[in-house]
């Protein structure tokens, strides 16, 4: 029998509201007070936090916030975070928000602990060492990242870079379905469909797929198949949204041991040169690449349409991605987020260049076939 391994965060905590008692949530991993929250300025106008740091100020922390992260976090804005953090002499990182805030907050955690120019914890296993304490919080239910070692970071106008390394799982996770309640229609819809991609790449994902991660991986689409477009129609019901914060962790956990492939492949272009959101890029995407990876992906496609109760052909569940999309109303073609066809080409040759994702897919892809899969959503 083939030898798996797994790992994941050791302290995952669900309480609807539980953002509003940071100092409970902190307890046993800031010794010296000292609180630095990594977050972006949407959030903080949002006033998501502000319960949360008044708990944390009334309990005798000092706290720091920093919130200058911008979707596709640049480098730049990863390297001042450093630099804010370092100077306040934190003794605890909290990343909230979604993927790019906890994403920083990862790099942020690990550099300061580990002092080094960032461009050598690039790629996979780069990042040794331990990171400063770490608490994650998403306020979407989509990325997954706060149960992930993986961290996307921009590094040029368009490039991305991924650090994968163990030293940046959250030493704790704080799941709140409150704080999504808020989320517009198109967030909603879109950051589900992306869990619902982690978990479909997962199970699918050819040099490390493996029993834990299948299994978490189809419970994950179990709870986000349904709760995606009744939390789109119901977004105050906060058993749907955490349903949906649950989903994505568990989904999250799958991909974090078993990585992701073309579809991410193809959707990392879309943010990089266009700046459409990872969760809209993925959904974009979606239902083509499968398609093209059906031919060497029918049997487990079929196993994820039985266990969804689809049936077992593979088409099923294709078919029912679609209507996902459908139904929640996503964007469905590049010409609805302003993407040319002239771009296709420099979209497709940016695509084949991420052999971190590419090689975890079950067909190969070529430049052909990404062609193809842009031009047929035009």
Not at 208 to 229: C, F
Not at 327 to 352: F, G, R, Y
Request: hydrophobic residues 45%; contains cysteine; aromatic residues 6%.
């Amino acid at each position: 029998m083939k030898a798996h391994s797994f790992q994941t965060v050791s302290d995952i905590r669900i309480e609807n509201g539980g953002a509003a008692k940071l100092d409970f949530y902190v307890d046993g991993l800031c010794p010296n007070k000292r609180i630095a929250v990594i977050t972006d300025k949407g959030i903080v106008s949002l006033g998501l936090m502000e319960p949360g740091l008044a708990s944390l100020r009334d309990a005798g922390y000092q706290v720091m916030v920093f919130d200058d992260v911008v979707a596709d976090p640049p480098e730049s804005i990863v390297l001042k975070g450093i630099e804010a953090v370092t100077d306040f002499q934190a003794d605890l990182i909290i990343g909230f928000g979604g993927g790019s805030p906890m994403d920083t907050a990862k790099v942020i955690a690990y550099l300061v602990a580990n002092p080094q120019p960032i461009h050598k914890i690039y790629g996979v296993g780069m990042a040794i060492g331990k990171s400063l304490p770490l608490l994650l919080i998403p306020t979407t239910a989509g990325t997954g990242s706060e149960v992930t070692n993986v961290a996307i970071i921009t590094t040029g106008e368009t490039e991305k870079s991924g650090v994968v390394a163990d030293a940046l799982y959250a030493d704790r996770v704080l799941l709140d379905s409150a704080l999504t309640v808020g989320l517009p229609k198109s967030i909603t819809a879109a950051t589900g469909i992306d869990a619902m991609v982690h978990a479909i790449e997962a199970y699918t994902s050819i040099k490390q797929k493996n029993p834990i991660s299948d299994a978490l991986a189809l419970t994950a689409l179990s709870k986000l198949r349904n709760a995606i477009v009744q939390s789109c129609n119901e977004p105050e019901n906060l058993d749907c949204r955490e349903t949906m914060l649950i989903g994505a962790m568990l989904a999250g956990q799958a991909f974090s041991n078993a990585p992701v492939g073309a579809v991410h492949a193809l959707a990392y272009p879309l943010g990089g040169f266009f700046h459409v959101p990872h969760g809209l890029s993925n959904a974009l995407v979606l239902t083509e690449v499968l398609k093209y990876n059906q031919p060497k992906a029918d049997k487990w496609y079929g196993e994820i349409a039985q266990s969804l109760g689809l049936g077992d052909s593979s088409s099923a569940l294709i078919d029912d991605m679609i209507r996902i999309k459908h139904e929640t109303a996503v964007p469905l073609t590049l010409s609805d987020v302003n993407i040319p066809a002239d771009a296709i080409p420099m979209m497709a040759k940016d695509a084949m260049a991420k052999d971190r994702v590419l090689q975890n897919n079950p067909r190969e892809m070529t430049y052909d076939a990404t062609v193809k899969i842009y031009e047929s959503i035009l």
